[in-house]
């Protein structure tokens, strides 16, 4: 028995030893830390939110402004506005619900300010958990926790909705600071809230 596996040992030792030739291990790169207090890209996605909100920081019309259009236009309280490109133009679609129920979608020129396409639907089940009342009573409203949420990261809003939280609301802010974006969550009180 001893003999068999010292003549096989060279045999084993050898077909080892091509394999690791021929196909070495793969090991993805590990991605360098970020220091402490800096930016981090949203969703966990490096480089997607600011690939997505490219041109944030030339628009000529802020989200804040974009949110005020939009509520004069009407009907019902802002509860999601996002920074876009469509065939190479900026825009902002902000989205109102309705003391009814509705939902009503706005695109907004982020260079121009002008309302460039509005559409009314029912509303969709994402909102389903968010009722109007919840949005109609909040102290603050997202325009409020959008400039908290500026004035926090220092930069400007690319995103902005209102989840609902227990009985009330709280609103996810997306910031850009140059190429970086932050995620700042301000509560219905307008205060904000500690990271997850």
């Known amino acids: 028995m001893s ?15 091509a394999a690791a030739q021929t196909s070495p291990p793969t090991q993805a790169p590990t991605p360098a830390a970020a220091p402490p207090g800096a930016a981090q890209p949203a969703h966990g996605t490096t480089g997607h939110k600011e690939r997505e909100h490219e041109g944030l920081q030339t628009a000529k019309v802020s989200l804040a402004q974009a949110l005020d259009t939009a509520e004069s236009k009407g009907p019902g309280r802002a509860i999601e506005a996002d920074f876009g490109k469509e ?6 679609e902000v989205k109102l619900l309705g003391s009814d129920g509705k939902l009503t ?8 300010g002008q309302v460039t396409k509005s559409d009314t639907h029912p509303i969709e089940s994402y909102f389903v958990r ?7 009573n909040a102290p603050t409203t997202l325009k409020q926790a959008v400039a ?7 930069g400007k809003a690319a995103e902005a909705e209102v989840e609902r939280e227990a009985s009330s609301v709280q609103y996810k802010i997306t910031v850009m600071t140059g190429s970086q974006s932050q995620e700042i ?3 219905a009180d307008g205060k904000i809230m500690p990271s997850k």
Do not use: M, N, W
């Not at 065939?87 to 902002?92: E, N, V």
């Not at 979608?105 to 121009?112: E, G, K, N, S």
């Not at 968010?130 to 109609?136: A, I």
């Not at 908290?148 to 220092?154: D, F, H, L, P, S």
């Open 105 to 112: 979608d706005h695109h907004i020129d982020a260079t121009t």
């Open 87 to 92: 065939g190479g133009k900026p825009f902002y």
């Open 148 to 154: 908290t949420a500026e004035q926090k990261a220092g």
């Open 3 to 17: 003999r068999i596996a010292l003549s096989l040992a060279p045999l084993l030792f050898l077909s080892g030893f």
């Open 185 to 187: 969550r301000v509560g």
């Open 130 to 136: 968010l009722k109007p009342s919840d949005v109609q």
